[in-house]
C-alpha cells in the first residue's frame, strides 16, 4: 500500500455538499472534491484528445477509484486553525456566450481560512509508472472547491504506512471509527466528536454521501470562532510519518 501526500498551501478554500448560489462550507474538503482536483491533474497530463469532456472527466475519476484502496480513503489533516466567514462573492459574467460586460451575479458564499492541509490518498497496487503519473497529478493541482479556491502545492511524495498505535489524525468514516470512540470512553478517556455528511466522489447521475469524523474542536477567543486539530481522538493501529511527526491514518481492514 502507498500513500500519497500532498501539503497544499490556501489562502481560503469553500467546498459545499451541493453546488448552489448561496451556500455554507463544509470545514474540510471532501473526499469527492479532492478525487475531483486529482482527477483534473490527471486530464491536464493526458489532454482529451478531442474526447468529451465529462467522459474524460469520468474516466480520470474511474482511473482514480480503481486503485484508491477504499472510495473513503481519501482523508485530511489540518496542520493550522481553520475559521469559516461568509461574504458576498460577486462575479462579471462578460464571458459567457451572449452575456453583456456589465452584467454580473452575486453570491452569498462562506469560506474556510486557514494556512495549509495535509491531504492523503491511499492506493494499492501502483505501479512506478503510475506513481510517478499520479505525483504528477498531485503537483497540478491548484484548485480545490468552487473555482475562487485556490490552492498552492508546496510539497509532494509517497510515505508507507506502517502498523503501528497512534492517535488519529485524519478524518475518517465515522460508521467505521465510532467503535473505537466508545472503546476509549468506556476505557475512561475523552474524545471530541465533529462529523460532516460529504460527498464520497464527483456526481454523475447519482450521489452517495457519508458521514466522516473530523479530528478537530471548536475553539471560541472572544467573538472569533475557530477549529483546530485536537489530542482527544481515539488510536489507531496504522500511521504515516512526515518530517518526523507520527500521524494516526484510518485504512480499511486496519
Known amino acids: 500500500m502507498d500513500v500519497l501526500l500532498v501539503r497544499l498551501r490556501f489562502p481560503l478554500y469553500s467546498v459545499a455538499r451541493r453546488s448552489f448560489q448561496v451556500r455554507t462550507s463544509l470545514l474540510l474538503p471532501s473526499p469527492s472534491a479532492l478525487k475531483g482536483a486529482l482527477a483534473r491533474g490527471l486530464v491536464l497530463l493526458r489532454g482529451t484528445n478531442g474526447e468529451n469532456l465529462d467522459y474524460v472527466a469520468r474516466k480520470a475519476v474511474g482511473d482514480i477509484e480503481e486503485k484508491l484502496v477504499d472510495v473513503r ?9 481553520m475559521v469559516k466567514t461568509a461574504f458576498l462573492l460577486k462575479r462579471l459574467r462578460n464571458l459567457e456566450k451572449g452575456s453583456k460586460a456589465e452584467k454580473d451575479d452575486a453570491m452569498r458564499r462562506e469560506y474556510v481560512f486557514t494556512h495549509e492541509l495535509l491531504v492523503a490518498y491511499a492506493f494499492k497496487g501502483l505501479s512506478e509508472e503510475e506513481k510517478k503519473l499520479f505525483l504528477k497529478a498531485a503537483m497540478m493541482i491548484d484548485t480545490i472547491g468552487d473555482t475562487e479556491s485556490l490552492a498552492t502545492v508546496v510539497w509532494a511524495g509517497f510515505a508507507k504506512p506502517v502498523a503501528k498505535r497512534a492517535p488519529l489524525a485524519f478524518y475518517a468514516p465515522y460508521s467505521e471509527i465510532s467503535k473505537l470512540l466508545t472503546q476509549k470512553v468506556r476505557n475512561g478517556g475523552t ?6 455528511t460529504m460527498l464520497v466522489s464527483p456526481d454523475y447521475g447519482g450521489r452517495r454521501e457519508e458521514a466522516f469524523y473530523l479530528p478537530v474542536e471548536e475553539r471560541r477567543r472572544r467573538r472569533v470562532v475557530y477549529y483546530e486539530r485536537t489530542a482527544k481522538v481515539p488510536d489507531v493501529e496504522s500511521t504515516i510519518e512526515l518530517n518526523g511527526e507520527v500521524l494516526g491514518i484510518w485504512l480499511p481492514g486496519s
Open 73 to 81: 480513503a481519501v482523508e485530511v489533516a489540518p496542520l493550522a486553525p
Open 191 to 196: 474524545v471530541r466528536i465533529h462529523t460532516e
